[in-house]
């Protein structure tokens, strides 16, 4: 019964953060975001693939990324300095941290974190609320238990286009 939302950007290569759509899929929130929305950038310096999604992803979100009625505006946290997700609204969970992938989930749910990335295996052991895939074509996928642990709520429209596990 689930679509797949399909909106036409410039895709990243398949292993990068499709970042505008994860600024559509934040304006979906409920209640939805005002203002500054904080976003950090989870990522480990020490693996190539980590830095090179954290690097694209800032890139992307330059000043600031327009989300709905709301801005996206993001800050590099290496994992190792992760502690707590408290101040932040969002975390961008990047390629190459799937051993620390339960500690960012529980760090998430602690502070209503919504976690996206471009892992999706970290969506499908209920580790990050959503996903977006790239290639051969873009697909979001939302897991509701992590959705529930975090505290996150989605627009029913939304749901009815996306992927839920």
């Known amino acids: 019964m689930c679509a797949v939302m399909v909106l036409v950007v410039a895709a990243p290569s398949s292993a ?4 505008p759509i994860a600024a559509r ?10 203002g ?6 989870l990522f480990d310096p020490d693996n190539a693939a980590s830095e090179a999604e954290a690097n694209a992803i800032e890139r992307s979100i330059g000043s600031g990324l327009a989300a709905g009625r709301s801005a996206i505006r993001a800050r590099r946290l290496p994992i190792g300095t992760m502690g707590s997700l408290s101040g932040f609204d969002i975390a961008f969970v990047t390629t190459g941290l799937r051993a620390e992938q339960g500690g960012i989930a529980a760090a998430a749910a602690r502070s209503s974190v919504l976690t996206i990335s471009s892992d999706t295996a970290c969506v499908q052991a209920s580790r990050c609320v959503v996903g977006i895939t790239s290639a051969p074509k873009t697909q ?23 992927k839920e596990i």
Do not use: D
């Not at 899929?25 to 005002?34: D, T």
């Open 140 to 162: 979001i996928i939302v897991n509701r238990a992590a959705a529930r642990a975090s505290k996150i709520c989605f627009g029913s429209a939304f749901l009815m286009l996306v």
């Open 25 to 34: 899929v934040v304006s979906f929130l409920q209640p939805p975001p005002s």
């Open 36 to 41: 500054t929305v904080a976003a950090a950038i």
């Open 16 to 19: 990068e953060l499709n970042v």
